[in-house]
């Protein structure tokens, strides 16, 4: 039992004397709060109207507040009232509804109607004053008829606001609006707050129980620590209403029971008074007089007794009905104890399951704050390290910006040394291609100087109609490389790789060729001796090369055309300074016969030389020379040509300042091809053709051989085409050779024995070529040396003559004419063979029974004193006198009978199979003169003798002055050579 009820049992048992909560008299305090008579009227009055308006109250007139409250408390009392005054104003629950809701619905009332009203708290604990004077306020305002009863009851019905209806309905009066229930719901501070301000003693159980149920879902759904603190709390402050209220309760059933028992107490005691009085008054009438009394008395007694037993009656209603209340209290409490006893439990056990959930979160809290301490532990060491790195980074940046300034300074520096520097570098740099194309000059002068024979190769392209495209060349190199691959064969040595000095790849034009091959023609024009020869099979496109397919056409001009051209174009330009004379033969070796294309005679000794001055001159010469070229057909090639044919170009230049003079010539060779024999499926004439051809070809690459190998004999002689290339290779002259190659597959074999010679010819080193050059003493020298050799054959002859007399006695002289067996073909400008013969003044070839020594006599000897013949009868490379005037004076001679010696010997010794084209002419001496005539000879050829000793002195001399002048490069071979002319 809680403090409060154990004090209402004293109370009660002190009867009026009981003391009051709050220390005042329990019994005595109506009296005492009550002034003078009229509050006690008043407070009778009240009682009394509580007793009319409410008969079954059955007040004492005298009751005290104790009373009043005790039988107020349940806040019954007061709806009855409002409910009697204004019938069915009030609504009325069952009757376990709680008294506080029941006084509520009262007050709610009172407050509409503007009365004064009074705390819940005053009714249950505190002072009655406030309640007695509400009820007052009630009866006065009803009695004086202050209310219209109807007006009241049109009114609406006093009852609580709709949301308390709600809790009603429920048997629960909500203490709290459900607005503030769900701030509650949504705020633990709140109801911490309304705990605090005790604001939850005024919520009924049920929406204290809701709002339980909601912590509990919204703790479970949030489990927050925090939440669950204010959440323990709250349920504490709440199960610790419920219990006040409980027990509360508990009192005030008590109270009331007490308060029951006391009135039947009263009831008893008065009832026992009232038959007291009764058995009095029947004395009474016993007596007599007092008849009437008795009467009265009985009647009083009888409607005491009425009274009595309707009293009982009542009581025993009321009895009843406290005892049924009671009991349906009682059970109700019971079952309110029951079901709070098991949310009690249930509270309790989810207040444990949150303090353990709470354990577990303070515990998870712990881990985690020592995992964030730990983490803040490292993040400040992270922090302390990362501050002291940039501390560090701060003072690299600071030296580093210090060195940056530093190396900018001196990049500045460096910038302008560099600068300075790059200035000499442009300057390089501008010199550089000058100095590359000086390193290419050198290069090509180192080459020149070792004499190698540029090897130039040509690769045809497929000619139209051609069907098979398979081409078995595999690659050309910018270099020079060249790659060729054997269709017919697989694996690693299908491939056969050469270099040369250029290649030409099918796409490459005349003028492409003619540019790589100008420089070295060119320097025909310093003296030098230049020869150009296409070599390769046949249709690998030689004549293309050399002559081009038309003349007509200048795109397609060859190197000839091209070179004579140029020749002219420079020649013209430097006439100011240089005169240049320059003169063309052309011939072909057909079957090991020389020819001369431009003349009609047939195979000859000597070429016939023809002046040009212009293009046209060559072009018109060339075609005479095309047309008389002999071409036979074969299988291979129908246009085949089945000779070699050599255009020569003698150019001859004087310096028209200081008188020298230099000699060049240029030989441009179109060989025949190179095919076998088998290949060309020729028989008879062709085979005689195919033969020589091979023949001369061999003897060609025997040549080549000798000069690789630099033997000391080289076979000039084994064919023609050597001996009239013999200058050009073994000389000091500078040679290109043209491969031309067929990249047709079946022409593969072909090719590759055709590079492999040419990979030979490469080889070959032919020594410095050496120009011919002549200052003005040295071509008198020359002249004299020339003056002199004419002498001493001269007195030669004249000797020979006297021994001739001497020893055949008047036998006579031989007659030597040279012949011409060649048939007369193609003639330039109608020329009679009597003359073109006449005009004939030198040989190029000829000297096929001299030997080698005697060889090499005549070439110098050649070199010294080419004779050419003229076309136009002008002035050519005469050393004494021009070809004309030599012919000529040979003419004079013969008719004139001139003594044989006085005739000059202008050619060379002919080829003694052949008749001399010269002849001379004798006379008879008589036997008288012979005498004298030899004693004559004799004193000549002893003076000749003294002469040719003094000449020989003298051209020793020559030979000491020229080869100690600064020409003698130039010359010393010339000189030297011709030495041996002169026979002792
Ligand atoms: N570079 C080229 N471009 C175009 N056509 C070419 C070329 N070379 C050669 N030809 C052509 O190939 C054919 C054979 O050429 P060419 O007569 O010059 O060969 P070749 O070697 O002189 O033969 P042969 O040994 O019979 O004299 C000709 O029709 C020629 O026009």
New binding site residues.
């Given amino acids: 039992m809680s403090s409060i009820g154990l004090e209402m049992n004293n109370r009660i048992k002190g009867g009026s004397s009981m003391i009051g909560v709050y220390g005042r008299p329990y019994g005595s305090s109506s009296i005492l709060s009550f002034d003078g008579s009229e509050s006690r009227q008043s407070h009778q009055s009240l009682v009394e109207w509580l007793n009319e308006t409410l008969p079954y109250l059955n007040l004492p007139w005298e009751a005290s507040e104790e009373e009043l409250r005790a039988c107020l408390m349940d806040g019954t009392v007061f709806c009855n009232l409002l409910n009697q005054l204004s019938p069915g104003s009030m609504k009325m629950g069952n009757t376990f509804e709680l008294a506080s809701i029941n006084i509520e619905r009262f007050l709610t009332a009172m407050d509409e109607m503007a009365l004064p009203r009074f705390e819940v708290s005053d009714l249950e604990q505190g002072d009655m004053i406030p309640v007695l004077q509400s009820l007052k306020a009630l009866k006065a305002s009803f009695s004086d008829a202050g209310y219209d009863k109807n007006t009241l009851s049109s009114m609406r019905r006093w009852s609580l606001p709709e949301d308390q209806s709600k809790g009603l309905d429920g048997n629960f009066n909500d203490g709290l609006q459900s607005k503030e229930v769900s701030e509650i719901n949504t705020s633990h501070a709140k109801i911490l707050d309304l705990l605090k301000s005790n604001t939850l003693q005024n919520t009924s159980t049920r929406s204290l129980f809701d709002m339980l149920d909601k912590l509990f879902d919204e703790s479970v759904s949030k489990m927050n620590v925090d939440v669950s603190h204010d959440f323990a709390s709250i349920l504490r402050g709440i199960v610790q209403v419920v219990e006040q209220r409980i027990s509360n309760q508990a009192e005030n059933l008590k109270n009331q029971n007490i308060l029951f028992r006391v009135r039947e107490e009263k009831y008893r005691s008065r009832i026992n008074v009232l038959e007291n009085l009764a058995s009095g008054t029947t004395d009474e009438n016993e007596l007599g007089s007092e008849e009437q009394d008795v009467l009265q008395l009985k009647r009083k007694k009888e409607r005491s007794d009425a009274e009595l037993s309707k009293l009982k009656q009542e009581l025993q209603v009321l009895k009843e009905t406290h005892e049924k209340q009671f009991l349906e209290l009682e059970l109700y409490a019971q079952e309110t104890k029951t079901v709070l006893e098991k949310q009690l439990e249930e509270s309790e056990l989810r207040v444990v399951d949150s303090t353990n959930k709470v354990k577990e979160l303070e515990k998870l809290c712990e881990i985690k704050t020592k995992i964030w301490e730990k983490k803040e532990q490292t993040y400040k060491s992270f922090i302390h390290n990362q501050s002291e790195a940039l501390q560090e980074l701060k003072a690299t940046s600071m030296s580093l910006k210090h060195e940056v300034l530093k190396t900018g300074e001196n990049y500045f520096q460096d910038l302008n040394y560099y600068g300075l520097k790059l200035r000499g570098v442009v300057h390089a740099a501008k010199n550089y291609q000058v100095v590359v194309e000086e390193n290419r000059r050198l290069y090509n002068e180192v080459q020149e100087l070792k004499g190698n024979i540029r090897v130039y190769c040509?690769i045809?392209?497929f000619?139209k109609g051609q069907n098979k495209k398979e081409t078995s060349i595999e690659y050309t190199g910018e270099n020079g490389e060249l790659v060729v691959a054997n269709p017919l064969k697989q694996g690693k040595d299908t491939h056969r790789f050469f270099k040369f000095n250029k290649v030409f790849g099918?796409s490459?034009t005349?003028e492409e060729v003619f540019l790589d091959t100008q420089p070295l023609i060119r320097s025909l024009l310093d003296g030098y001796n230049v020869c150009i020869f296409?070599y390769?099979?046949?249709?690998?496109?030689?004549?293309?090369?050399?002559?081009g397919?038309s003349i007509n056409s200048e795109e397609h001009w060859g190197v000839n055309y091209r070179a004579l051209n140029d020749l002219f174009h420079l020649t013209q330009s430097s006439q100011d300074t240089v005169m240049y004379e320059v003169g063309v033969q052309m011939v072909e070796i057909y079957n090991e016969q020389v020819r001369d294309l431009l003349s009609d005679d047939g195979p000859i000794p000597d070429a016939s030389m023809h002046c040009v001055r212009s293009t046209d001159d060559v072009l018109e010469l060339m075609n005479i020379g095309l047309m008389n070229r002999a071409v036979g057909a074969?299988a291979?090639?129908e246009?085949?040509?089945?000779s070699h044919s050599v255009l020569s170009v003698h150019v001859r230049g004087v310096d028209v300042k200081t008188d020298s003079e230099l000699r060049g010539s240029l030989h441009l060779v179109?060989?025949?091809?190179s095919e076998r024999i088998d290949r060309s499926e020729v028989t008879g004439d062709r085979l005689k053709e195919a033969q020589h051809i091979n023949k001369s070809l061999s003897a060609l690459g025997d040549v080549i051989f000798a000069l690789a190998h630099k033997n000391p004999h080289v076979p000039y002689r084994n064919s023609k085409l050597t001996q009239v290339l013999q200058n050009s290779l073994g000389g000091q002259a500078k040679t290109l050779m043209f491969v031309?190659i067929n990249p047709d597959e079946d022409s593969y074999a072909e090719t590759v024995s055709t590079l492999k010679f040419a990979e030979r010819v490469s080889g070959v080193e032919l020594g410095a070529a050496r120009s011919y050059k002549e200052g003005r003493d040295v071509r008198q020298l020359m002249e004299q040396v020339s003056n002199l050799k004419d002498m001493i054959a001269k007195k030669d002859e004249e000797l020979q003559k006297f021994q001739n007399i001497n020893g055949t006695k008047r036998s006579g002289l031989n007659n030597l004419r040279f012949e011409s067996t060649s048939p007369r073909r193609h003639s330039l400008g109608g020329a009679s063979p009597n003359s073109s013969r006449q005009r004939q003044g030198s040989r190029l070839l000829g000297r096929t029974t001299s030997d080698s020594a005697d060889e090499r006599i005549q070439q110098n000897e050649s070199r010294l004193s080419p004779k050419f013949s003229e076309t136009d009868g002008s002035n050519l490379f005469s050393e004494t006198s021009s070809p004309l005037e030599m012919c000529e004076q040979s003419e004079q001679n013969e008719k004139a009978n001139v003594e044989p010696s006085k005739v000059l010997k202008h050619t060379l010794k002919a080829d003694q199979t052949r008749p001399s084209r010269l002849s001379i002419s004798t006379s008879s001496s008589k036997a008288l003169t012979d005498k004298w005539f030899f004693n004559f000879r004799k004193t000549s050829y002893q003076k000749a003798m003294k002469n040719i000793i003094a000449v020989n002195l003298k051209i020793q001399e020559l030979q000491v002055v020229l080869l100690t002048s600064p020409v003698h490069k130039n010359i010393p071979w010339t000189v030297s050579e011709a030495r041996p002319v002169v026979r002792l």
Avoid: W
Avoid at 639 to 642: I, L, M
Avoid at 670 to 673: E, F, K, M, Q, W
């Fill in positions: 040509r045809r392209p000619l099918p490459s005349q296409a390769g099979q046949t249709g690998s496109g030689k004549t293309y090369t050399m002559s397919p074969t291979l090639n246009k085949s040509s089945r179109d060989l025949a091809g031309q």
